[in-house]
């Protein structure tokens, strides 16, 4: 179904764009292993973010340091994958670059909005609403980066998919 030239996509955006959603679906369709991003979070981070504070640098090193390590893992074993994670900050999407193996991102991009009315929706996550200010301020521009393909949430989950796949086939 896919081309042997990507295998590893990276699903990014702010909270409540779908990232997970986006992910699973498409891991599941290719068949490849899906990394979720938020599992690899320190228990003090989710506190934070719980508690609407933005991420230290410490902690979002970490965390990317931690997807890289899982990244290196499938890349050594030729395993394709699938990572959700919110690619905010551009060298942190270069870390992980370095960390995976064929890669592409897809960014899930809209409106403040219906991101917004998104995360009022959603239920059992640790990340507070009110975090969604911060994290669009915190998104640093992608639009040098010839591996990034923006997609519009505003489309449903089965369209982005199927966009991504139409685009892997390619």
């Given at each position: 179904?896919?081309?042997?030239?990507?295998r590893?996509v990276v699903?990014?955006?702010v909270a409540g764009?779908?990232?997970?959603?986006?992910g699973?679906?498409?891991a599941?369709?290719l068949?490849?292993?899906?990394?979720?991003?938020?599992?690899?979070?320190?228990?003090?981070?989710k506190?934070?973010m719980?508690?609407?504070?933005?991420l230290?640098?410490?902690?979002?090193?970490?965390?990317?340091?931690?997807?890289?390590?899982e990244?290196s893992?499938?890349?050594?074993?030729?395993?394709p994958?699938?990572?959700s994670?919110?690619?905010?900050?551009?060298?942190?999407r270069?870390?992980?670059r370095?960390?995976a193996?064929?890669?592409?991102?897809?960014?899930l991009?809209?409106?403040?909005v219906?991101?917004?009315?998104?995360?009022?929706?959603?239920?059992?996550?640790?990340?507070a609403?009110a975090?969604?200010?911060?994290?669009?301020l915190?998104?640093?521009?992608?639009?040098?980066?010839?591996?990034?393909?923006?997609?519009?949430?505003?489309?449903?989950v089965?369209?982005?998919?199927?966009?991504?796949t139409?685009?892997?086939?390619?």
């Amino acid at each position: 179904m896919c081309s042997a030239k990507h295998r590893t996509v990276v699903i990014m955006g702010v909270a409540g764009s779908g990232k997970s959603t986006v992910g699973h679906l498409l891991a599941q369709q290719l068949g490849w292993r899906f990394i979720e991003g938020d599992d690899f979070h320190s228990p003090k981070a989710k506190h934070m973010m719980a508690s609407g504070i933005p991420l230290a640098d410490s902690l979002r090193d970490s965390w990317v340091q931690a997807l890289c390590n899982e990244l290196s893992v499938c890349k050594a074993a030729h395993m394709p994958c699938v990572l959700s994670y919110s690619g905010l900050i551009a060298r942190h999407r270069q870390q992980i670059r370095s960390s995976a193996d064929n890669i592409h991102f897809f960014y899930l991009h809209g409106n403040a909005v219906l991101l917004a009315k998104r995360l009022a929706q959603r239920q059992n996550h640790f990340m507070a609403p009110a975090m969604l200010q911060s994290q669009l301020l915190t998104m640093q521009s992608c639009d040098d980066e010839t591996d990034v393909t923006l997609l519009d949430i505003a489309l449903p989950v089965p369209q982005l998919v199927q966009q991504i796949t139409q685009f892997l086939a390619a």
